[in-house]
């Protein structure tokens, strides 16, 4: 039994949901449009501004994909209402972000300047010289632009010098005078 699957959502104001047969879900909002194509395993039915997901069987494939469904569209009206966000710090002597128009320049200690495109779904935005603010509507977008951002100069656990995710905790180890 899916506890994700089995909630139903609620369509906010201001947003269209629409599902094709082949189960490709389109929703409109303020901020944009997404579409998805889902599992036909999977029927998804539109009472009255709810969505409601169910599944054929109990098999094990069905489970898995009844909560992911539910997810991944709850996920998109989320995104086209509210949108995503991630908070980005660069921790380090000399460490800054700054932005030029779409791009954002990083120096991250490297002999030259990282310079990073923003795409037409992701927007990148600097607050301070410290902080990146990746924004867009697509969750999964968002995650993975910030990911590759901080794979530029990931954390190390001596001095936690290097790119890090706002709420991220590193753990920090002793070295060597620590004997």
């Not at 009255?48 to 169910?54: L, Q």
């Amino acid at each position: 039994m899916s506890r994700i699957g089995n909630m139903p959502i609620t369509i906010p104001a201001g947003v269209e949901f629409k599902v094709d047969k082949d189960n490709t879900v389109t929703v409109k909002g303020p901020k944009g449009e997404l579409t998805q194509k889902l599992s036909t395993k999977i029927t998804i039915e539109n009472n009255d501004g709810t969505i409601v997901f169910k599944r054929g069987s109990n098999d094990k494939d069905e489970r898995a994909l009844h909560g992911l469904s539910r997810a991944l569209v709850n996920n998109m009206i989320i995104g086209v209402t509210n949108g995503f966000q991630k908070k980005l710090q660069l921790v380090g002597v000399g460490y800054k972000a700054e932005k030029k128009g779409d791009t954002l320049v990083l120096s991250l200690g490297y002999s030259h300047p990282i310079e990073v495109k923003d795409t037409a779904d992701v927007k990148t935005a600097v607050n301070g010289t410290n902080e990146v603010i990746v924004e867009g509507i697509n969750k999964a977008l968002v995650g993975d632009f910030a990911a590759n951002i901080r794979a530029y100069r990931e954390p190390e656990p001596y001095k936690g010098k290097g790119i890090k995710y706002d709420d991220e905790v590193i753990l920090r180890k002793e070295g060597k005078t620590g004997k």
